[in-house]
């Protein structure tokens, strides 16, 4: 037996890759859509993860959350608050 990785024990190293770098995004996807973070552990699945998850994506249901809040740069807070203050002292 030659010395080094057979072929499937390439695949599966690679696979193994792929899904722990493809692991952060998705549960960050999953964390902003409000979706069980525990779907991710498809991308394990040798083959069949991640059309799995892709396909839970496509078809479930989205739940609807409030909007999130507008990050502004701290000059811009700054301007509107206080067109806000002139505005409230003005009128």
Not at 22 to 33: C, Y
Not at 67 to 87: D, I, N, T, V
Request: proline share 10%.
């Amino acid at each position: 037996m030659e010395p080094g990785l057979a072929g499937w024990q390439l695949a599966l190293l690679v696979h193994g890759v792929l899904a722990l770098i493809g692991l952060w995004p998705a549960l960050r996807l999953l964390e902003r859509a409000g979706l069980p973070r525990g779907w991710a552990l498809s991308l394990a699945v040798p083959v069949l993860g991640w059309p799995a998850f892709a396909t839970l994506l496509a078809f479930k249901a989205w739940p609807t959350l409030p909007p999130r809040e507008e990050k502004l740069h701290p000059r811009e807070r700054m301007r509107r608050e206080r067109a806000a203050m002139a505005a409230k002292q003005g009128g």
